[in-house]
Structures are given as C-alpha cells and as structure tokens.
C-alpha cells in the first residue's frame, strides 16, 4: 500500500521561528518520488520541491530545507525564519514510478504565522 | 505567459445537472491531471490523461467523465451520478509521465 502521512494537522508559529513539517511515506517500489506544494488561501497549489528515491541529499532553497531520510521514510520540510507570508497549508506527496502518474498526497499541514 | 487556466473560478449547480469544468494549458505538456479536494483533506486523482484521446481513471472517477480531444484542454464533466460533488476541483498538468505537476487556480463546486 502506498499512503503519505503528516501527522501535524496545523502548526501555529511567531515570525522569526523555524518550523519543521513532518511527512512519512509507505511504498513497497524501490523507485519513487517525493513532492512538497504549497496551497496558499487563493487555493492554487504551488510546487515546491521533487525529490527521488537514489537521491538522498538535503537541499536548500533560500529559507527553506528539506531533509529526505530513506531509512525512517521520512522527507522533513523545514522553513528557516518563518514569515507571514509562508502560511499556507502545505501538502507532501509520494509518485511510484512504476505507476507514473498519480500524485498520492498527505492530508497537509495548516502552518499560520503570526507576526 | 504559460501556465494553466481553469474556468469558472466558482459554479453553482443544482441537484441532477450535469456540468463541466474547463481546463486549459499552454504549457505544451503532454499529461494533464484532475483531483478533488475536500475541505481538511489531501488531493484525489480522478482522471488522467498522457496524451491526446487517451485517458485513465484515477481513485474517484465514478460520476465524472473527461475527453482529451486537444493537447491542451482537458475538460472535466461532472454528472448527476457523482452523489456528493461539493468540492474544490484542480487541474494539473506536467511535461510528461512521472515529471512534477503544476496546478491551476482551481474551480469551487457547490451543489444547491
């Protein structure tokens, strides 16, 4: 079964904060990928970051770091200095590629900053 | 400016029509997406496409029917069968199979 799991249903913070946003995976494919979007209130969904299976690097992109651990099935979204601007509820997915195609998503993580 | 365009922003229907949702790209991407979104959940596949007159049921697809007639439209019509309709609608497409998707605006349904 593949499923994508992130437990935080919102997380509240103060600006300046860095927050982290929890996502766990389930797949049996040896081959998959990993997303994060984001969905601000005007509803459009707003890719963030792809991410394979062979490719276990952290990456940074400005405030924001993710950290993809295969052996807990992890693919952790941090945001460094969080600002008003980054709330949004932000959603993790999983493709296989075997499947090629569908997007499974987390039910998302409401993040609300506050200033 | 390329990207993706849904229509209407938000749709009213009464109980029993049938409507359709618009989806457009200029993104010259060959697959293209549609998900439900209900209210505190994740997104739902309903159907997709990977290339012109070729598509395939996603988790949710019963009640709903699409058609592929053009690289980059893929309407969504959404029929008196689907039970409980009221929902946000996004369309997505990518480059190819597997790539990353990028999502439209969305479209409200609500069902009076």
């Known amino acids: 079964a593949q499923k994508v799991t992130q437990a935080q249903t919102e997380i509240s913070v103060v600006e300046k904060e860095d927050v982290t946003l929890d996502c766990v995976y389930e797949?049996?494919?040896?081959?998959?990928?990993l997303f994060w979007y984001k969905q601000p209130p005007s509803g459009e969904l707003v890719f963030l970051i792809r991410?394979?299976?062979?490719?276990?690097q952290n990456e940074i992109s400005g405030r924001y770091s993710w950290n993809f651990q295969k052996s807990t099935s992890s693919f952790n979204f941090t945001i460094t200095a969080s600002q008003v601007v980054d709330s949004a509820v932000y959603f993790c997915a999983l493709m296989q590629r075997q499947a090629g195609t569908a997007l499974i998503f987390g039910k998302g993580t409401t993040l609300s900053v506050s200033s | 400016d390329g990207g993706i365009t849904q229509s209407p922003k938000y749709l009213f229907r009464k109980e029993g029509q049938n409507v359709t949702l618009s989806c457009e790209q200029n993104?010259?991407?060959?697959?293209m997406y549609w998900y439900r979104q209900d209210p505190g959940q994740g997104l739902r596949l309903i159907y997709y496409s990977q290339i012109v007159n070729d598509f395939q049921k996603g988790d949710i697809a019963e009640g709903y029917s699409v058609s592929r007639e053009k690289k980059e439209s893929f309407p969504l019509t959404v029929t008196s069968a689907q039970k409980n309709p009221t929902a946000f609608y996004l369309c997505?497409?990518?480059?190819?199979?597997?790539?990353?998707?990028?999502f439209g605006p969305g479209t409200r349904l609500t069902v009076l």
């Open positions: 797949t049996r494919d040896t081959t998959y990928y």
């Open positions: 991410r394979n299976s062979f490719d276990e």
């Open positions: 997505a497409s990518s480059i190819a199979r597997g790539d990353e998707q990028f």
């Open positions: 993104l010259n991407h060959d697959a």
